[in-house]
């Protein structure tokens, strides 16, 4: 009785454990499938609860199945390449940072866009050609901490080993990402001196990716400061750039021509006589509230831009009370510069936010913007609903120190804020950065500190207390799957320069889906012709031996999905040829089991002695082959690893299946008569 149930064991045991480990692979089939319905009917609510209801173990369903390859199921092809003149730009002292070195950083630029060019040679004969000769060394941009070891080849030295880590980094955070967004048996490869090469298997969300891959993930915590001081800026700017004959229009005061009254539309309050303390004076002031007023009205509105070149670009709100006042309509306190201190909002559309940035970034405007603050808009416009070409988004100032990175951020969880049930990310810092955050928001009460993420704003949320325990959220998202996303840029890592995709393409089947057909149909055809061949000559036996290699097929993909493997086509080719393999160790077992038998041996002790004398023919043909296989495996790559993998699978379980599993069956199966048919003649008796 022991050795009945021993032998049930030995068959059915590994159809149990292939089960547990396929399982995975047919919940992921099942749940694959109920999330590409609920994307495909684009209800939000309906992706959400999805997500929220199976997200976690789609994911994990999805980790532990069988991955098909490229060549199976298609996918994403994307070249990535690091930013190596944007790494360089911000190597550089910002305070020494002058309109020689721009034109270095532009010429660099300009040449090495779209080619594979080393970017640090580029730049150091670019550098050469233009700042060398205006007195200007690599020390008057860059240091690197020791003043006493510094010159132009430590720097030279420093900068290349920035890019190579910079490079590095870049490739191993991308393997992050996707490792952590479920995309498994991904090809990252370096290309040349700064590009990087992804093949992304069952991927075809391209603007998933996307996002994925390009952001930089720069978590930054700033003061919020919309205060009088950026008012000041932009009230500032606007005179810089204000129309040239504007002094000369000041000094003619009793020139009336309109021209000259639209040029004078920024003067400040300042340029009145002082020594004037009268009524008329008082009167003179009061009329530079509105110098349009004497214009035809279809010139107004233009003589206003004209003079506010900078300002106009921004809508700005001055908070009186419990009310905001527009304070860049004509009238506004932009005409008198008389700029009251107080809390502001700033809403910009995304070309005239883009335009802003651009203006103050010219020589003319350098020095405009206090140092100490930068603008940065919102990541999402205010009306997300509203389909518009030139979105609104709310823009802030905010301190251009952080007072916290994303360095100290040790998880991010996608959730539901409990309040509204909108999706958001939980963070958790480390011990220092709890510290830090403590100290930060006790510092701050009652004030906004922008949570920045790649220069764009996702929440300014007032601090109400001091938060003690290091936790903090981010909110701003769309849908949970923005969430998601979000999270695990965060934890996969910030990168060190950032990345652009120079190319990307949806890639089908790379075979096509007809070849891969014919290629299944060509496989499942000889499946069947071995089958019936076993059957037709072996009879009994053959059936036992066909059995013993359907387990055999189960445990090599189970196999696959433990191993975390990929099934390609050189891998059906290796299941395949292992089938071969199979039958062929069960044709050397019954081959000699009927020449035991016409030597006059009993049918029990012809089948072990069929077993026993196989053995060593089995294992050493195997072994070779084994041999074979792991050399494809470790020094091929691609398809020639994914055929070594199945084979060298195919060669454990064969092992196991024909010598263990098919004497299993045939000592279960095994007449009271002792008869087996084997195909033997009929004339021979067991």
Not at 181 to 194: H, N, P, T, W, Y
């Amino acid at each position: 009785m022991k050795q009945t149930w021993s032998r049930y064991l030995i068959i059915f045991a590994p159809l149990v454990i292939a089960g547990i480990l396929l399982w995975p692979t047919f919940r992921s089939y099942q749940l694959g499938k109920e999330k590409a319905a609920a994307e495909a009917s684009k209800d939000t609510v309906r992706i959400n609860n999805f997500i929220r209801d199976n997200g976690e173990s789609y994911r994990n369903a999805k980790n532990s199945s069988v991955k098909l390859g490229l060549d199976l199921q298609g996918g994403m092809y994307v070249m990535l390449e690091v930013d190596i003149v944007k790494l360089i730009e911000e190597s550089a002292l910002r305070e020494s940072v002058d309109e020689t070195f721009a034109n270095v950083i532009a010429k660099t630029k300009s040449e090495t866009e779209n080619t594979d060019d080393n970017v640090l040679e580029v730049f150091l004969r670019n550098f050469k050609a233009i700042a060398e000769p205006k007195g200007r060394s690599l020390i008057s941009y860059f240091d690197i901490g020791d003043s006493k070891e510094i010159s132009d080849a430590t720097i030279v030295d420093k900068l290349k080993r920035d890019i190579d880590d910079a490079v590095n980094q870049a490739m191993e955070v991308m393997r992050q990402r996707v490792d952590k967004f479920g995309v498994s048996e991904v090809s990252i490869q370096k290309q040349g001196a700064r590009r990087i090469v992804l093949e992304l298997p069952g991927v075809s969300n391209e603007k998933e990716m996307r996002d994925l891959l390009s952001g930089t993930a720069r978590l930054e915590f700033k003061l919020v400061r919309n205060n009088q001081d950026i008012v000041k800026a932009l009230y500032a700017a606007d005179k810089v750039l204000a129309p040239k004959n504007l002094a000369d229009a000041l000094k003619d005061t009793t020139k009336k021509d309109t021209t000259v009254v639209a040029t004078a539309a920024n003067t400040d309050s300042t340029k009145v006589d002082s020594t004037k303390k009268d009524s008329t004076a008082t009167a003179a002031a009061a009329d530079t509230t509105n110098p349009y007023a004497k214009l035809p009205k279809d010139q107004q509105a233009k003589a206003y831009m004209a003079d506010h070149k900078v300002s106009t670009l921004l809508q700005v709100l001055f908070k009186n009370g419990n009310q905001y006042i527009d304070a860049t309509t004509q009238g506004g306190f932009f005409m008198t510069g008389n700029i009251p201190n107080g809390d502001y909002l700033f809403f910009a559309t995304r070309s005239g936010f883009d335009q802003l940035m651009q203006l103050l970034s010219t020589d003319r405007l350098k020095g405009v913007m206090p140092a100490d603050l930068q603008l940065v808009r919102a990541a999402k416009p205010e009306n997300t609903t509203e389909k518009s070409m030139d979105p609104t988004y709310q823009v802030y100032c905010v301190k251009r120190e952080a007072e916290l990175t994303g360095d100290a951020i040790t998880d991010a969880i996608p959730t539901f804020d409990p309040m509204d049930n909108r999706p958001v990310v939980s963070m958790q810092m480390d011990v220092d950065g709890a510290e830090r955050w403590a100290a930060v928001t006790g510092a701050n009460i009652k004030k906004q500190i922008a949570i920045v993420l790649d220069d764009q704003v996702y929440s300014a949320p007032v601090v109400q207390n001091k938060i003690p325990n290091g936790s903090s959220q981010i909110s701003g998202m769309a849908d949970a799957k923005e969430a998601n996303l979000l999270s695990v840029i965060l934890k996969a890592g910030a990168l060190k320069a950032p990345v652009k995709i120079v190319e990307e393409r949806v890639v089908g089947p790379s075979l096509g889906e007809d070849n891969i057909q014919s290629g299944i149909n060509a496989s499942l055809f000889a499946v069947l012709l071995v089958v019936a061949f076993m059957v037709l000559y072996y009879r009994t036996g053959g059936l036992v031996a066909n059995l013993a290699v359907i387990i055999n097929v189960l445990l090599i993909i189970a196999g696959l999905a433990a191993l975390g493997g990929t099934l390609t086509l050189p891998g059906i080719g290796g299941i395949i040829l292992t089938i071969g393999m199979a039958v062929d160790a069960n044709i050397l077992i019954f081959e000699r089991i009927r020449e035991e038998i016409r030597r006059g041996r009993g049918m029990r002790s012809a089948i072990d002695e069929g077993f026993s004398k196989a053995l060593s023919a089995i294992v050493d043909s195997n072994i070779t082959t084994a041999l074979t296989g792991i050399i494809l495996y470790f020094l091929g790559t691609g398809p020639i690893q994914g055929f070594a993998l199945t084979l060298l699978l195919g060669i454990a379980t064969t092992l196991f299946t024909a010598i263990i599993v098919s004497r299993a069956m045939l000592e279960l199966t095994m007449p009271e008569n002792g008869n087996y048919n084997f195909g033997q003649p009929k004339d021979i008796n067991a």
